[in-house]
C-alpha cells in the first residue's frame, strides 16, 4: 500500500467503465442541455440583478450568495457522495434547480411589474427590495443544488469511462459544455431577454429538467465497479456504503487523505488563490460591462461568446498539448496567462479587446479543469472520491464568495476617493497584483510536470520522495 491507502495493484476497469459508452453520451447530453440554461442564465440573473439594484455592493451580494454553499456546505455533500447513488444525486439536484428556477421567474413576474426593459437599466435608481430578496434566497437554495450536483458529477465520470481515458473524456466534455454554455446559451438568453425579463428563467427551468431526466435515464455498471484501493461500496454503481460512521469522521478521513497528500494539497491552495483574486476582479463584472466597456445585453453577450472561443478550443487540444509540453508548463503557463490578462482587462475600454483577452485565458483555465480533474479521478481512491473532492473544492470554491465580497467593497470604498470608472476598473489590477506576488512566490516552483507524473506514479504505488521544485 502506498502511504495514501492506495492498493499496489493493477485492476482491470469493471464492466460498464470503457473509453466512450451509451452511459457516456447521456452525461454529455445531459450536461449540454443544462449548460445550455447555465448560458442563457449567465445574461439573465446578472442583467436582472442591474435592473433591481445599481449598488456595487448589493450586486456583489447576490454573487456571495450564489456561491457561499460552496464554502459551507461543500464537505458535508462529499460525505453525502460517497454514501449515496450518484446518479440519484445528480437527477434529485437538477430537479430541485428546475423547481427554484420556476420560482424566481414567477418572483420576476409577480415582484418585477415596475423593473425598466432590459436597455433601460439608466433608469433605476432605487432598489426593489422584495425581487432582491427573492434573488438571494434562491441564489443561495440554488447554490446548495449546484454543489451536491458538481461533486456527484465530478466523482461519477470514473465509474463509466476508463483511467486511461479520463483526459480525452473530460477534455470532450468541457468542449461540449463550453459550446453549449457560451455559444448557444447567451445569444439565446439575450434573445429571451428582449421578449421580457422572466422568459430566459423559465427556459432555464426547463433545461434543469430534461438533464434530470436524462441523467437518471443512465444505467449504472453492471458489475460492482472495483475501487482502485480495492474496497467494497460502490455508490458510482447505485449502491451505498454499509458502513455508517458519522459523517465527521467520514470527512475527517478526507481531510486527513488530502491534506497528506503533498501535490493535491498545493494545488487545492493555490486554486482557492486563483478563485479568490478572480472573483475580487469580477465582483462587479455586469456593472463593469455596462459602465466602462458600454455595452447592452447582445455586446454582453457577445464577450462571452467570443470569450469562449479561447475554451472550446483549449477543451479540444487538451490532450495533445498535454502530450507536446507537459501538464506542468501548461499549468504554470495559465498563472502567468491569468495575471496578464486581468491587470490589462483593467485599462480597457473596448469591448471586443476584453472579449478577446478573456478568450486568451479561457483557453488556459480549459487546460487547467482538464488536468487537474483528470489529475483527482485518477489517484484518489474511488471510495474517498467524493470526501476528497468536496476537500478540495472547499479550498478552491470556498474562496469564491470571499472575493466577491472584497471586490464589491473595493469598488465601493474606491468610488468615496475617485470617479465610478476608476473605482470599477480598481479590482482588476489589485487581483492582477496579488496574481503576481502571491501565486509567483507559491505556485510556480511546485506546479511541475514531474511532480505531477510522480503523484500519478505514487497512487499505483510508493515512490521515493524528491525535491518539490524539481522538473520542468
Keep these: 500500500m502506498s502511504k495514501h491507502g492506495v492498493s499496489d495493484r493493477e485492476v482491470s476497469p469493471p464492466r460498464g467503465v470503457s473509453k466512450i459508452g451509451a452511459n457516456y453520451r447521456k452525461l454529455v447530453a445531459a450536461s449540454a442541455v443544462s449548460n445550455i440554461g447555465d448560458g442563457v442564465a449567465q445574461i439573465a440573473y446578472p442583467w436582472l440583478a442591474s435592473a433591481v439594484t445599481r449598488n456595487p455592493l448589493l450586486i456583489a451580494v447576490i454573487g456571495i450568495a450564489q456561491r457561499l454553499p460552496w464554502l459551507v456546505f461543500t464537505l458535508p455533500a462529499g460525505v453525502l457522495t460517497d454514501r449515496k447513488d450518484r446518479r440519484v444525486l445528480m437527477a434529485g439536484a437538477n430537479s430541485l434547480r428546475a ?7 414567477v418572483a420576476v413576474l409577480g415582484f418585477g411589474g415596475d423593473l425598466p426593459g432590459p ?66 446559451g ?16 423559465f427556459v432555464d427551468a426547463g433545461t434543469f429538467a430534461v438533464a434530470a431526466v436524462l441523467v437518471a435515464w443512465i444505467a449504472p455498471p453492471t458489475a460492482r465497479a472495483i475501487a482502485r484501493g480495492g474496497d467494497t461500496a460502490a455508490p458510482s454503481a447505485g449502491l451505498e456504503h454499509v458502513d455508517r460512521r458519522r459523517w465527521q469522521d467520514e470527512l475527517r478521513e478526507g481531510v486527513r487523505w488530502l491534506w497528506d497528500h503533498r501535490f493535491l494539497r498545493s494545488l487545492a491552495i493555490t486554486l482557492g488563490l486563483l478563485n479568490l483574486l478572480s472573483n475580487v476582479s469580477t465582483a462587479s463584472w455586469v456593472l463593469f460591462a455596462q459602465e466602462v466597456l458600454d455595452t447592452n445585453s447582445t455586446e454582453f453577450a457577445l464577450i462571452t461568446v467570443i470569450s469562449s472561443i479561447g475554451a472550446l478550443v483549449g477543451g479540444w487540444l ?11 508548463v501548461l499549468l504554470r503557463w495559465a498563472l502567468v496567462t491569468f495575471t496578464g490578462v486581468t491587470v490589462v ?32 479521478q485518477t489517484i484518489i481512491p474511488d471510495r474517498l472520491l467524493g470526501r476528497v473532492n468536496s476537500v478540495y473544492r472547499f479550498f478552491a470554491w470556498g474562496m469564491i464568495p470571499i472575493g466577491t465580497a472584497v471586490g464589491g467593497l473595493i469598488v465601493v470604498l474606491t468610488e468615496r476617493l475617485t470617479s465610478r470608472e476608476t473605482a470599477l476598473r480598481m479590482p ?21 510536470t514531474a511532480n505531477i507524473e510522480r503523484a500519478r506514479a505514487e497512487a499505483k504505488g510508493p515512490v521515493p520522495s524528491a525535491d518539490t521544485g524539481s522538473g520542468r
Design 99 to 105: 423547481v427554484l428556477t420556476v420560482f424566481v421567474a
Design 119 to 184: 436597455d433601460e437599466l439608466s433608469a433605476v435608481v432605487d432598489t426593489d427590495v422584495a425581487l432582491y430578496v427573492a434573488l438571494i434566497v434562491s441564489s443561495i437554495l440554488l447554490g446548495i443544488g449546484e454543489v451536491v450536483h458538481d461533486n456527484a458529477a465530478q466523482t461519477f465520470m470514473p465509474s463509466i469511462v476508463a483511467e486511461e481515458h479520463l483526459e480525452h473524456a473530460n477534455g470532450r466534455l468541457y468542449t461540449v459544455e463550453t459550446v453549449a454554455n457560451q455559444f448557444v
Design 186 to 201: 447567451p445569444p439565446f438568453g439575450s434573445l429571451l431577454l428582449a421578449i421580457g425579463f422572466a422568459v430566459p428563467f
Design 318 to 328: 487538451s490532450g495533445r498539448l498535454t502530450r507536446r509540453f507537459g501538464s506542468g
Design 345 to 376: 482587462i483593467g485599462f480597457v475600454s473596448s469591448w471586443p479587446l476584453a472579449a478577446g483577452l478573456l478568450a486568451l485565458e479561457f483557453f488556459t483555465t480549459v487546460q487547467w479543469n482538464v488536468i487537474t480533474v483528470s489529475l483527482r
Design 428 to 448: 482588476w489590477w489589485i487581483a492582477g497584483g496579488g496574481y503576481l506576488v502571491l501565486l509567483g512566490a507559491y505556485a510556480l516552483p511546485r506546479l511541475t
